[in-house]
Structures are given as structure tokens and as C-alpha cells.
């Protein structure tokens, strides 16, 4: 065989092999491109970020420059969503600042570590499950209220400091260039992607603003104004704090709050990211990654973290579609802090804020304004409060509150929908066939369905149109049964599950037993006749 027909075969056995590797899930050269170009851009949104949020939690700002290290690999690697970003976040440092200024750094590392843990419980225990109860309208609010959030962060970019050393707004020349350098950027990020998507739009933004700035000499304000980041590996430090129940009052706290917001934030992220990526599931794999995370890291010096809509908007964006792009952003962030700090120190921050820009642009659900006229009041209402909460409070009251607002609106509504349709079957039966769902809030409506005087010797409730809910349900059916059985006439109860039977039962009340009787489970037993509970369904 000649030499060239050997090559030919080995080339064909290698596009062959190659060919199979991608049909089994190996990213092409480009694809791995893309993610490593994604992850570079992220990382150059970090660290202003990074150093930010330290300042506000009260500490040094390689200790959120680790947390944004640590937390991001470790949540890239094992995460339940491939292209989300996480590290040290806002939302999370202005919980840490009464705790960093009255009892010190250390607290917060074991803070950070109980922190975790609590995190990790919350996986086992699959609690991730539950963001589905978030409805729509909250996560609409949820992503209008953090893009204001993250808009508003950006302002502080346009401060410098004055004479007195106090921070004050740019006037002048200084403020004509910042902005007309963040225009240029978001320019560029705008057009670019319209050109070719050989590389991301952000990056080639930050690049090209950054040379203009470095080739002309323009003073704006840059990433080594802020602080620092030179640094060197993050060390294993086990906190210096006693080990007695004392401690534990102080941060079991905070510990708890921190859990809950870092959870709440991450897996809304979750789902946003997984709606534009066409990803679903990993809400309980997402918990034990943070926990993870937050666990390591409070041993090695960082202020903990958790999932930053910002960066994962750029990173999927740019096209981070894999878990490539999140290692590759915690390494180029470390790479950052080792070995090319006085490079990252001279980009410009107007650069960075019209990458943040364009994500706020991108973020906010412009949508939401169009649907208002077309959806009900009380969806609307919901969009708004939790927007205006998010943006005055923080994103983990706002969620709370807009699923309990939500709530109360479902329960009122499906309060208003019991009804029932009465009519003779005998000369002396009469019988009720309910609808709508009987639980507390429609127990009231349900009582006045009945004509217990002037009905006749003997009454039949159907409840194959309705669902029996929970004890204020149970206690209303023997309520009703009570008032007929006080005024001489008989009762039965028609088409209950098999659940109502057994506790229905116990008070003595005339079951009549169907072939086609429902089969669900109540919120919670309870026996009328001992007044007691049971084991919930």
C-alpha cells in the first residue's frame, strides 16, 4: 500500500472517530472555543463585581475574589444547570455586614461553612423542588426588580472621589468620556453579533474599548482604581471562633437567612436560565453544588456565593452553553488574581458597566409591560410589588411575598367557586351536587348552600364535582351533618374518597359507597370524633 493511500485511510479513520465523538456528547474544537471565550468574558465581569460586594460585606477583596473562585468551580463542575454562573453576590453580602462589623471576619467564614451545609440538607431532602410553587407573575417581577438592582449597582461606577475623600458624582470631560465610552461598548455588543459570532460580542467589547483607552491615554476610571486583586492561592484556614452553643446562637442566624437567599437566588436563576437554554430539572442537584460550595470555601478564606443572574445572562449570551464556560471563567479569574493583575487592573470600568448595561437590557422582561392590559389585576399587581420589593429590599423577601400574595389570590378565587346544583331524585329525597374544591376558604360558602329547614326528610351532598382539601373541609361536612341530624332529617354523603370514608366514618356518618368514589389523599387527617391529628397524605 502506498504511502499516500495510508495517509487517506488514517485520515478517514480519524474524521470517522472524531464524527463519533461528537454523536456522543464531545464538543467540536468551536463549540470548546465559544465556551472558553464565554468563560473569559465572565471572569472579566467578576471582578469588579467580586471586589464590590467584599467591600460591602466589610472585607478584604480577595475574600470575595475566592468565594467568586471557589464557588464558581465548584458549582460549574457538579451544578444542576450547565452555563449558569455563580460567586460572591450582593444579594448575600448585605446580610454579612452586621455580622463581619460586631464580631469579625472569622464568624463569617463559619457562617459561610454552617451556611453550606444547611444548603446541602436542603439537597438531600430534595427542598429544591418546591420553586415550583414560584408562579409566573413572581418570576416576571423577580427578573424586572434584580435588572434595576443590577442597573442601579452600576451607577456607582460614575462616583469619584472628591476632595474630602468622600465619593461624588463625575461632571465634566471625566463624565462625557465614561459615557461615551459605555455607549461605545454597548455599540459594539449590539452590532458585532450581527457581523460574525466568532467571538463573544462582550469580550470584544471590553477589548476593543480597552485598547482605545490604553492607545489614546484617556483617563476614565479603571478595575485597579477599586482595589487590588493581586493575590496569591487561597489557603485551607479552619475559623478561628470557639466551638460552644454561644457561637452558634450568634451564627445559625444569619447561617439560615444566608442558606435561604443563596437557594432562592440560584434556583430562580435556575429556571431562567433553563427556559432560554431549553433545559429543565436539577433544582436538588443545584442545592448540593451550592452547599458544596459554600462549605469548601468557607475553609479557604472566601465570603461564600451563590448563583449571579448578571454573569449567567452574559455567559449564556455569549454562548456558554456547557459547564466548560463556568470552569473556564473560575480559572481565568484565578489565572487573573496570580498572574495578570496589573493587566485586568487597567481595563476600564465603562467598559465593564456597558457589558452590565447590556445585560439589564437583556434581562428585564420587556414583555411583562405589554401583558399587563391582558392578564388579571391581581398578576399584574404581583409583577409590580415583587419588582418594587426586589429593588427596596432584597430578592428573597420579594419571592416570599409574592408567593404568598399569589396565594391569598388563588384562595380567594377558588373560594368564590363552590356552587352546587340542587333537584328531587323521590318524593322525599333532595340531593346536592356540589362543585368547586372545599376547603377553608370556601367552607363558609359551602354552608350556605343548604336549605336545612325546608328541606326534606332526607338529603343526599354529592361530591363527585368536588374535592375535599383539608380538616376546615372535614369539620364543615360534619358541621352540616350536625344541623340535619339536629333537626330529625337523614344525611348522606356521596362519591368521597376512601379518606374521607375512614374519618367520616368515625363520627357515625352514613356513608353511601360508589364504584366510581375519587381517590385522593387530604392535606391532613384528622378524626372529628377524637379531635385529634393523624399522618398527612
Known amino acids: 500500500m502506498s504511502s499516500s493511500s495510508t495517509f487517506s485511510a488514517f485520515a478517514e479513520r480519524l474524521s470517522v472517530g472524531l464524527q463519533n465523538r461528537r454523536n456522543k456528547g464531545f464538543p467540536s474544537p468551536t463549540r470548546i472555543k465559544t465556551e472558553v471565550l464565554s468563560g473569559l468574558t465572565v471572569a472579566l465581569a467578576l471582578v469588579p463585581e467580586a471586589v464590590a460586594f467584599a467591600f460591602v460585606a466589610g472585607v478584604h477583596p480577595l475574600v470575595g475574589l475566592y468565594a467568586a473562585f471557589i464557588v464558581g468551580l465548584i458549582t460549574a463542575l457538579f451544578g444542576g444547570r450547565p452555563g449558569m454562573i455563580s460567586g460572591a453576590t450582593g444579594a448575600l453580602a448585605v446580610v454579612m ?30 427542598l429544591g423542588k418546591f420553586i415550583r410553587l414560584v408562579p409566573h407573575p413572581v418570576m416576571l417581577g423577580f427578573v424586572n426588580g434584580l435588572a434595576i438592582v443590577i442597573f442601579m449597582a452600576q451607577l456607582s461606577q460614575f462616583k469619584v472621589p472628591g476632595p474630602d475623600g468622600t465619593q461624588v458624582w463625575m461632571q465634566g470631560i471625566p463624565l462625557v ?19 460574525t459570532k466568532a467571538i463573544p460580542a462582550p469580550l470584544a467589547g471590553i477589548g476593543i474599548v480597552s485598547c482605545l483607552v490604553l492607545a489614546l491615554g484617556i483617563d476614565v476610571p479603571n478595575v485597579g482604581d477599586l482595589a487590588s486583586i493581586k493575590g496569591g492561592l487561597p489557603q485551607f484556614h ?9 457561637t452558634l446562637q450568634i451564627i445559625l442566624p444569619y447561617a439560615i437567612i444566608l442558606a435561604a437567599i443563596g437557594l432562592i437566588e440560584s434556583l430562580l436563576t435556575l429556571n431562567l436560565v433553563g427556559e432560554i437554554t431549553g433545559q429543565r430539572g436539577g433544582a436538588s442537584q443545584e442545592c448540593l453544588a451550592q452547599g458544596a460550595a459554600n462549605t469548601v ?12 443572574i448578571g454573569q449567567s445572562m452574559i455567559n449564556v449570551k455569549s454562548g456558554g452553553r456547557m459547564r466548560i464556560s463556568g470552569v473556564s471563567a473560575a480559572l481565568f479569574l484565578l489565572i487573573f488574581i496570580l498572574f495578570a493583575s496589573s493587566l485586568i487592573e487597567q481595563i476600564p470600568l465603562a467598559a465593564l458597566v456597558g457589558v452590565m448595561f447590556m445585560v439589564v437590557i437583556g434581562t428585564f422582561a420587556w414583555n411583562s409591560l405589554t401583558i399587563l392590559r391582558r392578564i388579571p389585576l391581581t398578576d399584574a399587581l404581583v409583577i409590580f410589588l415583587v419588582t418594587i420589593v426586589t429593588v427596596a429590599t432584597d430578592l428573597a423577601i420579594a419571592v416570599v411575598v409574592g408567593v404568598i400574595v399569589s396565594a391569598l389570590a388563588y384562595s380567594w378565587n377558588a373560594s368564590k367557586r363552590i356552587s352546587a346544583k340542587a333537584y328531587m331524585s323521590t318524593k322525599d329525597t333532595r340531593v346536592y351536587q356540589i362543585e368547586g374544591p372545599l376547603f377553608f376558604g370556601s367552607t363558609d360558602g359551602f354552608a350556605e348552600l343548604f336549605d336545612i329547614k325546608n328541606d326534606p326528610n332526607t338529603v343526599v351532598v354529592d361530591f363527585m364535582g368536588s374535592r375535599v382539601v383539608d380538616q376546615s373541609a372535614l369539620q364543615a361536612i360534619e358541621d352540616l351533618a350536625s344541623k340535619y341530624e339536629a333537626d330529625g332529617k337523614k344525611l348522606q354523603l356521596r362519591h ?35 379531635g385529634s391529628f393523624g399522618n398527612g397524605h
Open 97 to 126: 455586614v452586621s455580622l463581619v462589623s460586631q464580631h469579625g471576619v472569622e464568624y463569617l467564614f463559619a457562617t459561610v461553612v454552617l451556611m453550606g451545609i444547611l444548603q446541602i440538607l436542603a439537597g438531600i431532602f430534595r
Open 496 to 530: 368521597l374518597s376512601q379518606d374521607c370514608h375512614s374519618l367520616l366514618n368515625k363520627a357515625g356518618q352514613l356513608m353511601v359507597d360508589s364504584d366510581d368514589d375519587p381517590d385522593y389523599g387530604l392535606v391532613v387527617d384528622y378524626s372529628i370524633k377524637t
Open 297 to 308: 470555601t468557607g475553609f479557604f478564606g472566601g465570603m461564600g456565593g451563590c448563583a449571579m
Open 238 to 246: 479552619i475559623p478561628v471562633i470557639p466551638l460552644n452553643l454561644e
Open 177 to 195: 468620556l465614561t459615557l461615551a465610552l459605555v455607549a461605545l461598548t454597548m455599540s459594539i455588543i449590539w452590532v458585532l453579533p450581527k457581523l
